[in-house]
């Protein structure tokens, strides 16, 4: 028999909250709702490593701070696609009456190119401008070749660990790349199941 005041969750909420070494909100760990992924307290990130929204979230939690719900905003992102949607078929109005204005535009600038062109023909001198040398971009320029000069001089086995070392890198950031690819479209296809079970008749 349920006790009033005191809060029924999953088991789960008891092994994230010790590898979070916090108490963590009970809203998501209610019965019947769907689990937050676990989060391995035993992974550090790097710079440079994927990291899933949920460990900013928990990040923000054991800072102090308070990051809000994360569904409350998908949710409101769901709402401004609804309006917008909306918007469109007044904004199909508008494209007719900028339509017509556009091919007066058109009219009007092929005038003027035609006009330029006859002009054209005269010779004309004018007057050069002085460009600005970007520091900034010299700058990288710079350390780009003094790099480049640096690797032409290393010996071969010191050319061989670089390599690999910046094969390394690469590596890593594009299996980042490819992990928040794929959070993407499973956010994606999780939207689009919650749109489909609204627009359902119930």
């Given at each position: 028999m349920p006790v009033i005041g005191r809060y029924y969750v999953q088991p789960q909420w008891v092994f994230d909250s010790v590898n979070a070494r916090l108490l963590l909100p009970v809203a998501d760990y209610f019965p019947?709702?769907?689990?937050p992924p676990h989060l391995s307290p035993f992974v550090s990130e790097k710079?440079?490593?994927?990291?899933?929204?949920?460990?900013l979230k928990l990040l923000a939690?054991?800072?102090?701070?308070?990051?809000?719900?994360?569904?409350?905003s998908e949710e409101e992102e769901e709402e401004e696609e609804d309006n917008d949607s909306d918007g469109d078929e007044e904004g199909e109005n508008e494209e007719e009456d900028l339509e017509a204005g556009s091919e007066k535009e058109e009219e009007a600038q092929l005038t003027a190119l035609e006009e330029r062109r006859m002009e054209g023909k005269k010779p004309r001198v004018v007057a050069g401008t002085v460009k600005l040398e970007d520091k900034q971009r010299l700058a990288q320029e710079e350390e780009s070749e003094a790099k480049r000069l640096a690797i032409m001089m290393m010996k071969k086995r010191e050319k061989y660990l670089y390599n690999k070392i910046m094969f390394g890198k690469k590596r890593k950031i594009r299996e980042a790349n490819k992990l928040a690819e794929k959070r993407k479209a499973h956010d994606e296809a999780v939207k689009s199941e919650k749109k489909a079970?609204?627009?359902?008749?119930v």
């Open positions: 019947g709702v769907q689990l710079e440079g490593d994927y990291v899933p929204p949920e460990k939690l054991q800072r102090g701070e308070h990051p809000g719900n994360l569904n409350d079970k609204k627009a359902r008749p």
